[in-house]
């Protein structure tokens, strides 16, 4: 029998802690589902196809790429485990912080389903500091967040943060001198 977890997530955008934390966990687990909530309550910047697909390009290549799956589920995390016969939820810790938002989450999912185990991994030192949301504010600001998000994920933000700038109204505009000339999001006057 495999052993199989569920490492649920908004992954807006996946980051390189992320597959950090799925490598460790590929040496407990056999397989890991990395399950995107399509309710999450938050205002997403990558659709949840944009999110499958930067998730996807980011594992292509990898030696462990065929022992991870990209879904996406609604409603309760619990039932979703269940539906897909596992019976571990994978969630990674940086700080104090993480924990308080976790410990609960975990008894309530605990209460919801008593067969499912939360396990939670310690982040890499190296990413400790990273989540999606400061990823995304350093780009939207002109910073370069290289070696901090796998390539693909790099290269989409540039181009979603240069789209955004160029036109709709209800997103934020590039206001920042860019310092990595790599990293340009406003499209230079000719
Ligand atoms: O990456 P995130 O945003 O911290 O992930 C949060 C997530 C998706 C794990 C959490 O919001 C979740 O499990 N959502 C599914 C709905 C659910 O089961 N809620 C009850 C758990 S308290």
Redesign the pocket.
């Known amino acids: 029998m495999i052993s199989l977890a569920v490492y ?5 955008p996946i980051t390189n802690g992320h597959l950090d934390l799925l490598e460790r966990g590929l040496k407990v687990f056999d397989k890991i589902l990395i399950a995107i ?1 399509r ?4 205002k997403p910047l990558f659709s949840i196809d944009e999110r499958v697909e930067l998730i996807e390009d980011s594992l292509r290549g990898r030696s462990y790429e065929d022992r991870l799956e990209v879904v996406s ?1 609604d ?5 979703y485990v269940r539906k897909v016969n596992a019976k571990a939820i994978l ?1 990674g810790l940086r700080a104090i912080s993480d924990f308080e ?1 976790e410990f ?2 975990s008894l ?2 605990r209460k ?1 389903n008593e067969e499912v185990e939360t396990f939670f991994l310690m982040t890499g030192l190296r990413y400790n500091y990273i989540s ?1 949301t400061i990823i995304k504010e350093v780009v939207i600001s002109g910073g370069s967040v290289s070696g901090l998000v796998p390539e693909p994920v790099e290269r989409k933000l540039r181009e979603k943060f240069m789209k955004l700038d160029e036109g709709s109204s209800d997103v934020p505009r590039v206001v920042v001198p860019l310092a990595d000339p790599k990293l340009v999001l406003r499209k230079k006057a000719s």
């Open positions: 649920p997530g908004s992954f807006d909530a309710n999450a309550g938050k589920f409603g309760l995390l619990v039932d969630r938002y609960p989450m309530m999912n919801l999606s």
